[in-house]
C-alpha cells in the first residue's frame, strides 16, 4: 500500500507563525479525493483566522477555538490542484483532471445544506482551510468529488481565486437590484475581492461604477477593471464628494470592508431606495440612525461567499468570456509567511497566489 503525504505550512498557535510539517494520509476511502495542490489564493479572511477571530465590535471577539476549530490549523480554501487519488465510489472525476475545489463544506445534512447553499450550513461547518486541512500545502484532501470543479482552459492561478474571491464577489454583486446606464453602484475595499467585484460587475451591470479604496495603486487597478471613478474615502469632504461625481444617483454600495467608517459610508452614499451590500469581514459594529431606514426606504443585506453552483457558473462564465482580469501577485509557498504579513499590512494589490 503507498501512502500519500501532505506537506502543510500549519500554524499551531492562534496567531503565531506557520510551519511546515509532514501529515501522511491515509488511502482515500468511499467519495473522498486527493488533490495535488498547484495553486492556492491567499484571502483576507486568513488574517483573521489566525488572529483566532473576528471583531465583533465593542471590544468582543469571535473566537474560532470556542467554536470548536482545532489546533493545528492549515489555511488556505482558494485551491486549484491535480487530482492524484480517487476514492473506490468516485465514478465523476477522473485522475489527472484540473480542478478548483469548492471549500465551503457544511454537514450535507441540515435543511439549508439540502437546498445546496452548504456555505450556510447552520450546523457544523466544515470548511477547507479553516476546520479541515486546506492549500497551504502541496497535497489536500477533499471529502467528497462534487466539490471539484475542472476548470478547463482556464489559467489555474486566476481560477483559485474564484473559490472565495470570485464565489463572494459573484454573491454580492448578485444581491445588487437590476440597474440601468444612469445608475451608479459603489464598491468600496478593492482589495482581491473587492477588485473581482469591480471586474464582475462591469462584465455584467449596465451601471457605472466609482470605486473607493484609500490606496492609490488600487484605485488605478479599479479604474484599469471597469470602474468609471475612483475615490479615496479619506479625502476631505469625501461623501459630498463622491456624492456629486454621481449625481446623486447611487443606486447600490457594496461594502467589501466591513468596517464602521466604511459601512457608514456606504449607507450614507445611497440614494433613496438604495441597497447596500455587507461584505467584508473587518469587523466592528454597524451603527445608522433608526429613523433613516424609514426615511431613505434603503434596503441593508449582507453576502457571505457563495455556494458551489456559483463557482460552477462562475467557472462557465469564465470560460465564456473574457472577464477583466484582476492583478495577481504569484509567490512561493515558503513565503507564506512574509505573504501573510504584507496582507495584513495592506501591501498587496489584487490577489497573492502561492505555488508549492
Ligand atoms: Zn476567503
Ligand atoms: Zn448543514
Given amino acids: 500500500m503507498k501512502y500519500l503525504c501532505a506537506h502543510r505550512w500549519a500554524f499551531n498557535l492562534w496567531g503565531g507563525a506557520l510551519e511546515q510539517r509532514e501529515d501522511v ?22 488574517v483573521h483566522i489566525l488572529a483566532g477571530g473576528f471583531d465583533m465590535g465593542g471590544g468582543k471577539l469571535s473566537s474560532f477555538e470556542r467554536a470548536g476549530v482545532k489546533l493545528p490549523v492549515t489555511m488556505g480554501h482558494e485551491i486549484v490542484g491535480e487530482v492524484v487519488e480517487i476514492g473506490p ?43 479541515l486541512p486546506g492549500g497551504y500545502a502541496d497535497t489536500v484532501r477533499v471529502p467528497h468529488s462534487r466539490y471539484l470543479v475542472p476548470i478547463g ?11 472565495c474571491a470570485g464565489i463572494t ?5 448578485r444581491k445588487v437590484p437590476t440597474t440601468t446606464a444612469e445608475d451608479w453602484v459603489a464598491v468600496i475595499g478593492c482589495g482581491g475581492v473587492g ?14 461604477i466609482v470605486a473607493i479604496d484609500p490606496d492609490a495603486a488600487k484605485r488605478e487597478a479599479a479604474l484599469a477593471n471597469g470602474a468609471t471613478l475612483a475615490f479615496d474615502p479619506g479625502m476631505a469632504d469625501a461623501f459630498k464628494t463622491i456624492n456629486k461625481a454621481c449625481g446623486g444617483n447611487i443606486a447600490a454600495a457594496i461594502d467589501f470592508v466591513g468596517s464602521e467608517k466604511s459601512s457608514s459610508l ?20 454597524f451603527k445608522m440612525p433608526l429613523p433613516m431606514f424609514a426615511l431613505k426606504s ?21 470560460q465564456r468570456e473574457t472577464l477583466p482580469s484582476i492583478p495577481l501577485d504569484i509567490r512561493q ?7 501573510l504579513d504584507d496582507l495584513t499590512h495592506g501591501r498587496v494589490v489584487g490577489r497573492v497566489v502561492l505555488q508549492p
Fill in 195 to 208: 477588485m473581482t467585484g469591480v471586474a464582475l460587475l462591469s462584465a455584467t451591470s449596465k451601471a457605472k
Fill in 266 to 285: 456606504a449607507v450614507s452614499l445611497v440614494r433613496r431606495t438604495g441597497h447596500v451590500v455587507i461584505v467584508g469581514l473587518f469587523g466592528g459594529e
Fill in 169 to 173: 464577489a459573484l454573491g454580492a454583486i
Fill in 25 to 46: 494520509l491515509q488511502p482515500a476511502t468511499g467519495h473522498e479525493v486527493t488533490v495535488r495542490v498547484t495553486h492556492c489564493g491567499m484571502c483576507h479572511s486568513d
Fill in 333 to 339: 509557498l515558503n513565503t507564506v509567511n512574509q505573504a
Fill in 89 to 131: 465510489d468516485v465514478t465523476d472525476v477522473a485522475l489527472g483532471a484540473q480542478v478548483v475545489v469548492y471549500p465551503w463544506l457544511g454537514c450535507g445534512e441540515c435543511a439549508v445544506c439540502k437546498t445546496g447553499d452548504e456555505h450556510l450550513c447552520v450546523k457544523a461547518a466544515r470548511n477547507l482551510g479553516i476546520q
Fill in 298 to 318: 434603503i434596503t441593508i443585506t449582507g453576502s457571505y461567499v457563495g455556494g458551489l453552483n456559483d463557482l460552477r457558473e462562475l467557472v462557465a462564465l469564465a
Fill in 153 to 163: 482552459t482556464l489559467e489555474p492561478a486566476r481560477a483559485a481565486t474564484f473559490a
